[in-house]
């Protein structure tokens, strides 16, 4: 038995993917506390875990980021990250490393488990390694790991090698570093204070100094690594077996369309549906397509009078749904990226903020779909990516193939499998002797 520590932002997306973590390491009899926002508590607590809030200092609900920042709305996608990183994951960063070091000692903890974005992990990876318990970082973000021909993260740019790419990405790095400067800037004030010194790298560049990183997709979906240790794993997708919402009284008409679009800015960035619901909508009025809208708790009457061919609900039961869906119109949230990937989903992705471009570019970049490179895309622009995806064989091919890789994937017990060789220093004696990954 381990004592395990998770940490994640207190934010629904970084959340919600470690919680079956939790529940599997729970169900095989290792003690574990999660430490995030308090109104994860309940979530928390159901997987059998020990839920310890943050400090009020690093808490914050992320469905009210938009009216606490408004200054972020109209920014460009690369100045939004910068913004959102700085202000939301790094600034709170020195509070979530007090609670942390002081967990691990509390419960004398054998394992960090974190999200990406986790900054008090990134401090607490400051610490020399006699000091500290090692750090797993569950990947529940695009993978930010340095690899060739790479552009900087956040530009939601494909690989490019060559002289070409060489010089490409050269100077978008050039431009990047300055961009976040005030990223590294506020990353180097909490760390100095923190741990007496300055990162020994870029904030957004951290991963390589964890112990290891259990990605949750495929390679397929992730752009090549070669040179990637062995404490690069990639585990797929872990998914939570959950009560199925009930099925709504339309629910027929699933089953006998012959072209199913699901459209939903999922559960968070949903406030406003003009940004994607709504251009859905509109883009594929009197289409044959029937247009599933799942709205993420907003109420449907919001959505206003729907076309014909439109149907509407505030949550679906998403195993069934996905069974009939021809194509997945999002914004590009990795979980529901995944989650329709899972199921041999092609997509159309009208990137938001966040990690979304990245997200959006991997789907171009692995044949699955269409990147509209927008948040704000027009409803003929809509049309045509919906009617191209379904149009074309290859897109729904490329899906099923991550789909079967995802099957594959070890899932749950692989990212166990990893954490214990970490514990036990296994995969630190692979890593010294050159022994293949896990």
């Not at 012959?258 to 406030?271: E, K, L, W």
Request: with cysteine.
């Amino acid at each position: 038995m381990s004592e395990i520590l998770i940490a994640s932002v207190p934010v629904h997306g970084h959340v919600v993917p470690l919680l079956p973590i939790a529940r599997h390491f729970v169900e095989r009899g290792d003690r574990v506390t999660f430490l995030t926002g308090a109104r994860f508590a309940t979530a928390v607590e159901a997987t059998g875990a020990e839920h310890i809030p943050l400090p009020e200092a690093a808490d914050f609900d992320d469905r009210t980021v938009s009216a606490r920042y408004p200054e972020r709305e109209g920014m460009p996608a690369v100045k939004a990250i910068a913004f959102d990183f700085e202000h939301i994951f790094v600034r709170p960063g020195e509070h979530q490393y007090a609670a942390l070091s002081a967990l691990v000692d509390i419960r004398d903890a054998d394992v960090v488990v974190c999200d990406p974005l986790f900054v008090g992990a990134v401090l607490y990876a400051e610490l020399p390694r006699a000091e500290r318990v090692p750090i797993v970082v569950a990947g529940l973000v695009p993978l930010s790991y340095p690899g060739p021909g790479l552009a900087p993260f956040g530009m939601g740019l494909p690989p490019l090698g060559g002289l070409i790419g060489g010089i490409r990405n050269k100077i978008l790095a050039a431009g990047t570093k300055r961009l976040f400067r005030t990223v590294d800037a506020a990353a180097d004030e909490i760390a100095r204070r923190a741990v007496g010194h300055a990162l020994s790298g870029p904030v957004l560049d951290w991963l390589p100094r964890a112990d290891a990183v259990c990605q949750l997709t495929v390679p397929s979906f992730e752009y090549p690594r070669p040179d990637a240790p062995a404490s690069v794993v990639f585990t797929g997708p872990i998914t939570a077996a959950v009560a199925p919402h009930a099925r709504p009284d339309w629910w027929t008409d699933v089953e006998r369309a012959r072209t199913v679009v699901h459209v939903t800015q999922g559960t968070i960035a949903n406030d406003d549906p003009s940004e994607l619901i709504l251009p859905t909508i509109e883009g594929l009025a009197g289409t044959e397509a029937l247009v599933v809208v799942a709205t993420g708790g907003l109420p449907v009457a919001s959505l206003g009078a729907l076309p014909a061919n439109v149907r509407a609900a505030e949550f679906l039961p998403y195993e069934d749904l996905f069974a009939h869906t021809d194509v997945f119109v999002t914004n590009g949230g990795y979980g529901g990226v995944q989650y329709a990937l899972r199921h041999g989903v092609p997509l159309v992705v009208a990137p938001g903020k966040e990690d979304k471009v990245e997200v959006a570019a991997r789907v171009a970049w692995s044949g699955t779909g269409v990147n509209l490179r927008t948040r704000r895309a027009t409803p003929a622009a809509i049309r045509a990516a919906v009617q191209r995806v379904s149009g074309t064989p290859g897109y729904r091919r490329a899906a099923q193939r991550i789909a079967a890789d995802i099957s594959a994937a070890s899932g749950a017990a692989g990212f166990a499998a990893t954490v214990d060789r970490i514990v036990s220093g296994t995969l630190a004696a692979d890593l010294s002797t050159g022994v293949a990954g896990a």
